[in-house]
């Protein structure tokens, strides 16, 4: 059975730094495209970056050269670390596996992330 867990989350004042870790269990995690997305309130959810199996990244407009995307393969484990982090960071992160080749689709409960003025 597949598991995505999201942690690291949690109130920080602007231009603070947090990290996002993002562990896959079940198997799929090294045929994965793991995505984070995020969804403020009143707002669709958003893809902020993405990082395939081979580790080729992608990253939103708005976080370009803010954040960074990884993946640890021995550890199950993608991290997101966000800095310079801005108000407008403040939502709900998502962890997103899909399994290639096998297809699939899972999600996270999500992890709070707040950012002050």
């Known amino acids: 059975q597949v598991h995505v867990v999201e942690s690291g989350g949690g109130l920080v004042q602007a231009g603070g730094s947090l990290r996002l870790s993002c562990t896959v269990s079940?198997?799929?995690?090294?045929?994965?495209?793991i995505d984070w997305y995020r969804q403020a309130p009143g707002k669709q959810r958003e893809l902020v970056a993405y990082i395939s199996r081979g580790g080729s990244t992608n990253y939103a407009d708005s976080v370009m050269g803010r954040f960074t995307i990884s993946r640890d393969n021995a550890k199950n484990t993608v991290y997101l670390q966000m800095n310079s982090l801005r108000p407008e960071d403040t939502a709900v992160y998502y962890c997103h596996a899909s399994p290639e080749i096998l297809g699939g689709d899972y999600w996270g409960q999500g992890t709070q992330v707040s950012v002050s003025s």
């Open positions: 079940g198997g799929i995690f090294r045929i994965s495209v």
